[in-house]
């Protein structure tokens, strides 16, 4: 069946850091890839996504591209601010077949940056 | 357009007892998927449903857990007899017809077991 494996965290950082989260996943077919955000207490929110293989998604800063050599979507962003810490969710939507509805998450990686 | 509404937002029950976790989804959402989250790990899918049907419950435990979308109300997942391992977060996500994969998520239920 499908699977997304993240970077452990949780991952510190300091404001204007660079900030790189690996992805990488196992599915079948040509599955879409995601982001999602999740911030203290709230439910999980949409950041970006890619529906095909080299597609970059990007917000809010935030970017990521489909490799399905690598089968990778590791979200980067160039400056982190004080307020991107949250967890955030690598995801895959399968192309069908018994996947089909299912979002897969990976375990999700906690984002600290300090002032 | 309000986004997808569920409550309560915390629920408290002590063993032997029933949660009911409500959710509904955005205007003009006919899809409806629940996700759980244990602590320390990420959501697992749990159960997809159209109005009036069941169309995916491979992640629903066999025992105790029950869901409904019916043709007017909200979706209900139904938990019979909580046990503590049942302490978790429950989102609720809804996506326009057909489905798919542009799913918007509620705030959560967090349901804790005494």
């Known amino acids: 069946g499908n699977s997304v494996t993240q970077m452990e965290g949780p991952v510190t950082l300091s404001e204007e850091a660079f900030l790189t989260i690996n992805c990488t996943y196992t599915?079948?077919?040509?599955?879409?890839l995601f982001w999602y955000v999740q911030y203290p207490g709230e439910g999980l929110q949409l950041l970006l996504k890619a529906t095909k293989a080299d597609d970059k998604g990007s917000n809010k800063g935030f970017e990521a591209t489909y490799r399905k050599e690598t089968t990778s979507f590791h979200l980067e962003k160039g400056s982190v601010q004080v307020s991107d810490s949250a967890v955030y969710f690598c995801?895959?939507?399968?192309?069908?077949?018994?996947?089909?509805?299912?979002?897969?998450f990976g375990q999700g990686t906690i984002l600290t940056v300090h002032p | 357009n309000a986004g997808v509404m569920q409550n309560p937002r915390h629920l408290v029950r002590r063993r032997g007892q029933e949660a009911r976790l409500r959710c509904s989804p955005m205007?003009?959402?006919?899809?409806v998927y629940w996700y759980r989250q244990l602590p320390e790990e990420g959501l697992k899918f749990m159960v997809y449903?159209?109005?009036?049907?069941?169309?995916?419950e491979s992640g629903m435990p066999k025992e105790r857990f029950s869901a409904e979308f019916p043709k007017e109300g909200p979706s209900i997942l139904r938990i019979q007899q909580v046990v503590r391992g049942d302490s978790a977060a429950y989102f609720c996500?809804?996506?326009?017809?057909?489905?798919?994969?542009?799913?918007?998520f509620g705030p959560g239920t967090r349901l804790t077991v005494l």
């Open positions: 205007k003009g959402h006919s899809h």
């Open positions: 996500a809804s996506s326009p017809p057909p489905g798919g994969n542009e799913q918007f």
């Open positions: 599915a079948t077919g040509y599955p879409s």
């Open positions: 995801g895959l939507y399968g192309s069908g077949g018994t996947s089909y509805g299912k979002l897969t």
């Open positions: 449903l159209q109005k009036e049907n069941i169309i995916d």
